[in-house]
């Protein structure tokens, strides 16, 4: 038996338990009176209805000594035969219990105050009202102990340590909740779109910012629909706790009953493309401020509210300047470079309130020309060089050196550095110029012939030749196996008289023959 009376416990200890449940067991278990058949240490041994006994426990050695065998008791008791002690509370719990379901409310009577919630008493029964559930008259509530609140039941604790004692839980906030969505939903019938109402910005996110309308009820304002400017982060506009109009944008009514609605901010104020002067045109020089920076290019912000981009190609004629040497807040003047009233996009230009530094290239540079450069940016196919303020031009991997083929560039030159070279072609409409850094000096190449007698360096002894390079000059060259004197003693780093024999400067090789 002791068993069964922990089943009871057990079920109705569950602190959230549905209600349909707990109405079924409540209503199921009847008060009746019964026999002591016995009576021991471990409690007393009733007699049930169905010829059964039981095991009734829990009792004190004190409470023991006030029943005899053969005495009646009152118990609770359910049909499958689980009995436990009678409590004289049990009625007006069951009472209460059995409300539940209709949605009834309790007139609650505040005894104490907790450390979280309140103490309450219905009809001479307590329950606690746990803080998050006081709701409005919190802090009222919280101040004094002798006010009464309207509660509903929504739960049923059991206090093990204190002798298996139900406590229910109770809310107000629940009332509050279920009146203030009939009034939300009142409410929500009659707005429609393009209602202009108040409302309380409650959190903000990454894509926009969400505002409660009513009690229940909040919308979302898209992180576009915030301003007409450009918006990276929308606390820059709103805050927590702000309170705003808003435009209803959409209602939409969700699969699962609730219902979605966007709401606006920007469109309260006249569009900026309407205050732009509709005079406005292509070569137009306009002044504003910079609103925003990317590595695409600048946004400039006119009087209107208008934004031009102003993109990374039209920054400079210098192409070292880039959109990190621009700041936001500051002022720039530019040409517009195309307008789209359809569209609303403005492209704009700094480098054009310039003259073009390749306009006049013919007076400033010409090929031929030895010229000092400052090594701009490196390529997989060569070196970018600055030769005047704005103008760059390209030197080719081949045009870099005589003897070396150079495949990364970086590995022999840094960024800044400078570099002497001669223009080898310029090309004004297509803005491009050509230039060399070997070509400064004379081609090594053509002063060797077939036949000349040489003086070259041993730099390795292969199986299948040897590696060296002319004295003079530096340029490679080879003594292949095959014109070796096997009796020949070589040695690195020694000096050999040779004869060519071919020379190929495309493939930077010219093959010797030992003198």
Same mark, same amino acid.
Request: aromatic share 6%.
């Given at each position: ?8 416990s ?7 338990t ?50 005899d ?21 049990y ?51 919280s101040?004094?102990?002798i ?5 509903k ?36 019938? /009659?707005? #429609?779109? +393009?209602?202009?109402?108040? *409302?309380?910005?409650? %959190?903000? @996110?990454? !894509? =926009?910012? $969400?505002?409660? &309308? ?64 509709? /005079?406005? #045109?292509? +070569?137009?020089?306009?002044? *504003?401020?910079?609103? %925003?920076? @990317?590595d !695409? =290019?600048? $946004?400039?912000? &006119? ?8 993109h ?31 569209k ?115 730099l ?56």
């Open positions: 038996m002791e068993g069964k009376r922990n089943k009871i057990i079920e109705q200890a569950n602190p959230f549905g209600f349909d449940n707990v109405v079924n067991s409540i209503s199921d278990i009847k008060t009746i009176c019964t026999n002591i058949e016995f009576k021991s240490e471990a409690g007393l041994i009733v007699s049930l209805p169905n010829n059964e006994t039981s095991l009734l426990a829990d009792f004190t050695p004190e409470e023991l000594l006030k029943f065998t053969g005495s009646s008791i009152d118990v609770h008791y359910d049909p499958d035969g689980i009995v436990c002690k009678y409590n004289d509370q009625d007006i719990y069951k009472n209460i219990i059995l409300k539940t379901n209709s949605g009834n409310i309790y007139s609650a009577q505040i005894i104490d105050k907790l450390k979280h919630g309140l103490l309450v008493t219905i009809n001479g029964l307590q329950c606690f009202l746990p803080e998050g559930q006081i709701g409005l008259e919190k802090e009222n509530c101040q004094t102990y006010n009464t609140i309207d509660v039941l929504i739960s049923i604790k059991l206090k093990e340590k204190e002798g298996n004692r139900f406590l229910p839980i109770v809310s107000h906030k629940i009332i509050e909740d279920e009146k203030n969505a009939i009034e939300a939903q009142d409410k929500l019938r /009659n707005i #429609k779109i +393009g209602s202009i109402i108040q *409302g309380t910005v409650k %959190n903000i @996110t990454s !894509y =926009g910012v $969400f505002v409660t &309308l009513f009690p229940t009820i909040e919308g979302l304002i898209h992180i576009t629909d915030l301003s007409w400017k450009r918006v990276s982060d929308p606390s820059e506009i709103l805050s927590i706790g702000q309170n705003i109009n808003v435009i209803i944008l959409g209602i939409k009514q969700m699969n699962d009953d609730k219902t979605q609605i966007s709401l606006g901010l920007k469109q309260l104020t006249q569009r900026p493309w309407e205050l732009l002067d509709k /005079n406005s #045109k292509k +070569g137009d020089v306009v002044s *504003g401020s910079i609103c %925003n920076i @990317t !695409y =290019g600048i $946004f400039i912000m &006119l009087s209107s509210g208008v934004q031009g981009l102003v990374r190609t039209e920054l400079s004629w210098n192409p070292k300047i880039t959109s990190k040497d621009f700041h936001k807040g500051q002022i720039v003047t530019a040409k517009i470079i195309n307008i789209d009233w359809e609303e996009k403005l492209l704009l230009s700094i480098k054009q309130m310039q003259a073009d530094p390749w306009e006049d290239i013919e007076g400033k540079i010409a090929v031929g020309d030895v010229v000092r450069t400052t090594i701009s940016n490196f390529t997989n196919w060569g070196i970018f060089v600055t030769i005047v303020n704005g103008i760059e031009g390209l030197i080719h991997l081949s045009e870099l050196s005589w003897t070396e083929k150079i495949k990364k560039p970086q590995d022999h030159y840094t960024l800044g550095e400078e570099l002497k070279a001669i223009i080898i072609s310029i090309d004004k409409d297509k803005k491009k110029i050509e230039l060399s850094h070997k070509q400064i000096q004379p081609n090594p190449w053509q002063k060797y012939s077939v036949g000349q007698h040489v003086n070259a360096i041993i390795k002894i292969e199986k299948h030749d040897i590696q060296l390079k002319l004295e003079d000059d530096n340029l490679p060259a080879i003594i292949p196996a095959r014109l070796v004197y096997r009796d020949y003693n070589f040695e690195e780093n020694s000096k050999l008289e040779c004869i060519i024999q071919e020379i190929d400067e495309n493939k930077r090789r010219i093959i010797l023959a030992i003198a």
